[in-house]
Nanobody, 112 residues
Framework: QVQLVESGGGLVQAGGSLRLSCAAS????????MYWYRQAPGKQRELVAG???????NYADSVKGRFTISRDNAKNTVYLQMNSLKPEDTAVYYC??????WGQGTQVTVSS
């Protein structure tokens, strides 16, 4: 049974930082590309960042230079370091393995 469990969300002031974690089980983690998506109220889910099994990364233009995705294959965990947060970053953030399996999401709220 595949499980992706996100943690690290919360309420932060604009300009602050948060670090999201996603612990995976039930998959061969090191073989899978991993992604962070987000969905704000009334909006479609959008890709925030992705990391290949080789460690190559890609980011949405809106978060480039502020967010960093990383993975620890020994811990079966993917991270999203979010700096210089803006109110428009407010959303539920989801971890995904290969855009096939999804976590339950973690709320990030950035106050102005």
């Amino acid at each position: 049974q595949v499980q992706l469990v996100e943690s690290g969300g919360g309420l932060v002031q604009a300009g602050g930082s948060l670090r999201l974690s996603c612990a995976a089980s039930g998959i061969i983690f090191s073989f899978n590309p991993m992604y962070w998506y987000r969905q704000a109220p009334g909006k479609q889910r959008e890709l925030v960042a992705g990391i290949t099994r080789g460690g190559n990364t890609n980011y949405a233009d809106s978060v480039k230079g502020r967010f960093t995705i990383s993975r620890d294959n020994a811990k079966n965990t993917v991270y999203l370091q979010m700096n210089s947060l803006k109110p428009e970053d407010t959303a539920v953030y989801y971890c995904s393995s290969g855009v096939v399996y999804w976590g339950q999401g973690t709320q990030v709220t950035v106050s102005s």
